[in-house]
């Protein structure tokens, strides 16, 4: 028994041994793991942050100046509207909601000081158009884009210029945002 007893002791101390060294080992692959990963998502934030500062503005797209405002934009919604459409014999109109995203709060304030010019430029600019260009995608987001410069001309903002006097396209030049960033449809109606 003796024999037996001294094998049993010296196996006891063995058999923890090994538990610790697969312990740590386990231990030291997760902080590894860890380590790596907040590694990984340091590089990630830090090179989309570099690609933000460094971006090249187009001026034309609401989406691009809402990327680089530092604010929430706001939102006008504006009275719903019922105009007549320029079709032959003149019983076709339109049902039409808009809602105006602005640049900020102060942009909000001066669009409500302007909006019964800016309301009756709307009207006009509607009550020129027909039904089949109002009902394709296309003539939405020109009626849209149409609004946005009607707004700015109304309010005294620049817009950049879509051609130049000989045809060709503008260059590219980083002008100011127009704090009119969108025209979104809350209802379209036509009847």
């Keep these: 028994m003796s024999a037996a007893a001294a094998t049993a ?5 063995e058999a923890p041994k090994k538990k610790s060294k697969k312990l740590l080992f386990i231990v030291l692959g997760v902080v590894v793991l860890a380590v790596l990963g ?16 460094y971006e ?5 797209t609401p989406v691009a100046q809402a990327k680089t405002s530092k604010t929430a934009p ?13 079709d032959p014999g003149g019983n076709r109109f339109i049902q039409l909601g808009l809602t105006l ?18 309301r009756s430029q709307v009207l006009v600019l509607i009550s020129q158009r027909t039904t089949e260009e109002l009902l394709v995608v296309a003539g939405k987001e020109k009626l849209a ?23 060709t396209p503008p260059r590219r ?19």
């Design 74 to 86: 706001t939102f006008l919604p504006l009275e719903n509207m019922v105009i007549n459409l320029a």
């Design 145 to 167: 884009n149409d609004i946005i410069a009607t707004i700015s001309k109304e309010m005294g903002y620049a817009m950049p210029a879509e051609k130049n006097a000989d045809g």
């Design 173 to 191: 030049t980083r002008a100011a945002p127009n704090p009119v960033q969108a025209v979104l449809f809350s209802s379209f109606i036509i009847q």
């Design 101 to 118: 995203q602005l640049q900020d709060a102060v942009t909000e304030t001066a669009v409500k000081s302007y909006l019964p010019s800016i």
């Design 56 to 60: 090249e503005d187009d001026g034309h």
């Design 38 to 53: 907040a590694a990984a998502a340091l590089f990630i934030l830090k090179k989309n942050t570099a690609e933000d500062d």
């Design 9 to 13: 002791t010296a196996a006891a101390p």
